[in-house]
């Protein structure tokens, strides 16, 4: 249960863990227009794996620190993650590892910020968690992550910072921190 709540939650970050190339700063990065926001998660290779929807509320505080969240955690599990701009698209090429699976991956987001964006990642892995299908093979990655702004307010009880994931798993940024020292023992780093 707490590897599937860690990688809920890495995923959920997935469009917001960019680490700075040189030069670049925090301010750098695109900044989501608050409120409600609707995540969509299709994963093509490897098939099977069923689309994943979320729901997240921001302002610019909680967008800021999602964001630093991600740098953080990317510098905990990734021994390279860099960003580069390619024309309007930010472009991610990274090397992490998540317990025992390792991944090689190149992430590209698009879009405006302000009513959509879409997170791109092919890549491949190597390994993973029992039961889950890892394995020993290389295995080709591809997933699509769109996000679309739905509301200024966010419903449902949600507040800024709010995650809301499959089954109903609520989260927030604060507690999401707070998850960020135990993450390497979570997922047997």
Not at 65 to 94: H, N, P, W
Not at 148 to 158: E, I
Request: hydrophobic share 35%; glycine share 12%.
């Amino acid at each position: 249960m707490q590897r599937t709540i860690a990688t809920l939650i890495l995923a959920g970050c997935a469009g917001a863990m960019p680490t700075l190339a040189s030069g670049q700063t925090l301010q750098d990065l695109p900044s989501r227009k608050p409120g409600h926001w609707e995540l969509r998660m299709v994963t093509t290779k490897p098939g099977g794996t069923p689309d994943v929807v979320s729901q997240v509320c921001i302002d610019a505080s909680t967008d800021r620190q999602l964001m630093e969240f991600g740098l953080r955690v990317s510098k905990d599990l990734c021994k390279r993650y860099t960003m580069k701009r390619e024309g309007k698209a930010l472009v991610i090429d990274a090397e992490c590892k998540f317990g025992p699976m390792k991944s090689v991956t190149r992430t590209t987001m698009s879009g405006d910020y302000q009513s959509s964006y879409t997170v791109k990642v092919d890549g491949t892995t190597v390994g993973g968690f029992a039961g889950l299908g890892g394995g020993k093979e290389l295995q080709p990655t591809s997933m699509v992550q769109t996000a679309r702004w739905t509301a200024a307010q966010c419903g449902n009880g949600m507040k800024p910072g709010d995650f809301t994931m499959p089954g109903g798993i609520k989260v927030n940024i604060k507690q999401m921190q707070g998850l960020q020292k135990m993450l390497p023992q979570i997922l047997g780093k």
